[in-house]
DNA sequence: TTGTAGGCGTTATCAA
DNA sequence: TTGATAACGCCTACAA
């Protein structure tokens, strides 16, 4: 069926191993034979077969990413295609795993599935979500490959790239502040997701720091859909008829704010500033424009595979695997004119 | 350093070949040994490798995926999704790989992965541009496993699946007509893209059809984002004063309309009607809600995925690839308040 | 029911 | 500079 390295060991008349230094450049080769083996190579149209490479080399060059929530909102694309250039930049290949559910705690079967193709590093790109995380034993671990975590609470002894949720809420609220607000009202994402509570706390922080009202009558919680959002401004209305601005947990759930000011003839910012969060494509053209935070997600995507290969690297060169390191990107704000 | 089917055999006091048949369920196997072994492969935490496997079974058991425009709008995570899901259910692994470029030409690099990872198929999932599938040829083809291409157009000789984008359109515009519109503009995507050009031939069918003005004057192009969308409308109404709706190819070019009109003070649909393409997620929450074309995205690529796997076991029986289809999907429309 | 021998396609070792 | 031989981990054919 395919090609095999004899078969072009046969046409050019030489042994095989003769025809591997050719397709690996390995050390000197005499010009002539040289040449006479990549003709063969190209008149047979051979292409190396990885699997069996794979198999001696004890290394795959493949990268594993778990990843989940592409069609729902746009983080989770914009950080996957950070993993794959990096991914394929640094000349890997990219096995690819959705989780059904988020929060699914049955991740075996996934993990069974890369070691069992032997790759040689994970990108476990999933939000922490209530105990989604507790699988993460050293035990476990040692019998894994390098993994490196996005969007995960960072924790002693693994790596971890995330945003800086907590700096970029504190940064919204503090815009807020600076325009006069001092009824700042929030939308949290759930609860049990670690990156909804930080933008909590960031606004929860600022507040208080600034002597101002962080009251729970000032919380709704949604669940990041715009109709969650629009649900949650108007029970906010109600709890709190004073507030003059909201700080939603993202752009979905502003823009959902968005649209029930609207049908209640409310003007915006005027009567209520509202600020998101994630600077989604479409931000800059909801009505009013959308003031929200922008978040680096294909570099933070970028940053894990770098922190994969350099953990790779370690580990073959029998480094007791690297030091694990952490690194929290500071998103930054957009004003635009739902708040200004 | 991984545990191989020699050590589980060492431990069990068996042959490495009854530990094989035990890990893949073979023939019949006394349950006493059976027993024995499983309580070895447990004890060592033996898992198979696959690579092994597949260089002997001549299968890889793994899929790949080409896809494109992950970060840039809400279509291709939604059918990556169901590409996903099916291939998973299926049993095999998916390998990934984005393009630098939708129109990218120099595709080779990436089949020549796939080939020397020795996929058993592969799903095309790139929108078709200008001549971005001129590299399909049969003499190409058939140094590949089975492919399946999404989102191009049908040609005979392939296995295609694809969304109905002219039906979609005409059931759009055919819509604005019932509300009473005559003068309707068009809003395209580059029309170097099939979709896009299914998209606009749906508008000009539909009006000629019903003795309605399709003329040039009434007919901009947009590059799919807000931006194009509201330079388009901006452009349109220039040309022509008297138009009393738009179509627009897709929903973020609609989102760019309706910012325009608002911020020229014009009332939708009073003044203007306009309708999307795709039913993003927060086409129902913009302002005012979005009246637009829901695609299945998610079972396109669910289907593709079926396809391909028909199509590698019928090349594994020997049918000299089973009759390649192709498959249509007609969307549907959604009516909000933005034309209603 | 179980085991032995051989091979899948590649690379490393070590000798020529 | 080249080549024979032995792995890598698994599975199939054929015996026992």
Same mark, same amino acid.
């Given at each position: 069926?395919?090609?095999?390295?004899?078969?072009?060991?046969?046409?050019?008349?030489? =042994?095989?191993?003769?025809v591997?230094?050719?397709?690996?450049?390995q050390s000197?080769?005499?010009?002539?034979?040289?040449?006479?083996?990549?003709?063969?190579?190209?008149?047979?149209?051979?292409?190396?077969?990885?699997?069996?490479? *794979?198999?001696?080399?004890?290394?795959?060059?493949?990268?594993?990413?778990?990843?989940? !929530?592409?069609?729902?909102?746009g983080?989770?694309?914009?950080?996957?295609?950070?993993?794959?250039?990096?991914?394929?930049?640094?000349?890997?290949?990219?096995?690819?795993?959705?989780?059904?559910?988020?929060?699914?705690? $049955?991740i075996?079967?996934? +993990?069974?599935?890369?070691?069992?193709?032997?790759?040689?590093?994970?990108v476990?790109?999933?939000?922490?979500?209530?105990?989604?995380?507790?699988?993460?034993?050293p035990?476990? +671990?040692? *019998?894994?490959?390098?993994?490196?975590?996005?969007?995960?609470?960072?924790?002693?002894?693994? *790596?971890?790239?995330?945003?800086? $949720?907590?700096?970029g809420?504190?940064?919204?609220?503090?815009?807020?502040?600076?325009?006069?607000?001092?009824?700042?009202?929030?939308i949290?994402?759930?609860?049990?997701?670690w990156?909804?509570?930080?933008?909590?706390?960031?606004?929860?922080?600022?507040?208080?720091?600034?002597g101002?009202?962080? =009251?729970? *009558?000032?919380?709704?919680?949604?669940?990041?859909?715009? #109709? =969650?959002?629009?649900?949650?401004?108007?029970?906010?209305?109600?709890?709190?008829p004073?507030?003059? =601005?909201?700080?939603?947990?993202?752009?979905?759930? @502003?823009?959902?704010?968005?649209?029930?000011?609207?049908?209640?003839?409310?003007?915006?910012?005027?009567?209520?500033?509202?600020?998101?969060?994630?600077?989604?494509?479409? #931000? !800059?053209?909801y009505w009013?424009?959308?003031?929200?935070?922008y978040q680096?997600?294909?570099?933070? !995507?970028?940053i @894990?595979?770098?922190? +994969?290969h350099?953990?790779?690297?370690?580990?073959?060169?029998g480094?007791?695997?690297?030091?694990?390191?952490?690194?929290?990107?500071t998103?930054?704000?957009?004003?635009?004119?739902?708040?200004?």
């Open positions: 069926m395919h090609v095999t390295l004899q078969d072009v060991a046969k046409l050019a008349g030489v =042994s095989t191993k003769t591997s230094r050719v397709v690996n450049n000197e080769i005499s010009q002539a034979t040289r040449r006479r083996v990549q003709a063969a190579i190209e008149q047979l149209g051979y292409r190396p077969n990885i699997l069996a490479r *794979s198999l001696v080399n004890k290394r795959s060059d493949t990268l594993a990413v778990v990843a989940w !929530g592409l069609e729902f909102y983080g989770p694309p914009r950080v996957l295609v950070g993993i794959e250039q990096q991914i394929f930049e640094l000349g890997y290949s990219m096995l690819f795993s959705l989780l059904p559910r988020p929060d699914d705690t $049955n075996n079967p996934v +993990l069974d599935a890369f070691v069992d193709r032997r790759v040689d590093g994970i476990w790109a999933l939000p922490e979500i209530g105990d989604n995380h507790k699988w993460v034993k035990e476990r +671990l040692k *019998s894994l490959p390098p993994i490196v975590f996005v969007s995960m609470e960072p924790r002693p002894g693994l *790596s971890v790239v995330a945003i800086d $949720n907590r700096a809420a504190a940064q919204a609220v503090r815009h807020l502040i600076d325009q006069g607000r001092r009824k700042i009202g929030v949290t994402g759930p609860t049990t997701w990156e909804s509570r930080e933008r909590y706390e960031g606004w929860k922080d600022t507040l208080q720091c600034a101002l009202d962080a =009251s729970p *009558s000032l919380v709704v919680e949604g669940d990041w859909s715009a #109709a =969650s959002g629009a649900q949650g401004i108007r029970q906010l209305l109600e709890q709190r004073d507030i003059d =601005s909201v700080f939603a947990g993202n752009d979905q759930m @502003a823009l959902g704010a968005l649209g029930v000011m609207h049908s209640l003839g409310r003007n915006i910012p005027g009567d209520i500033a509202i600020v998101g969060f994630d600077d989604v494509p479409e #931000a !800059g053209f009013p424009p959308l003031t929200t935070v680096q997600l294909t570099e933070i !995507g970028r @894990a595979v770098q922190m +994969l350099k953990l790779i690297k370690a580990r073959r060169q480094q007791d695997d690297a030091e694990p390191s952490t690194i929290l990107l998103p930054q704000l957009v004003v635009r004119a739902s708040s200004a």
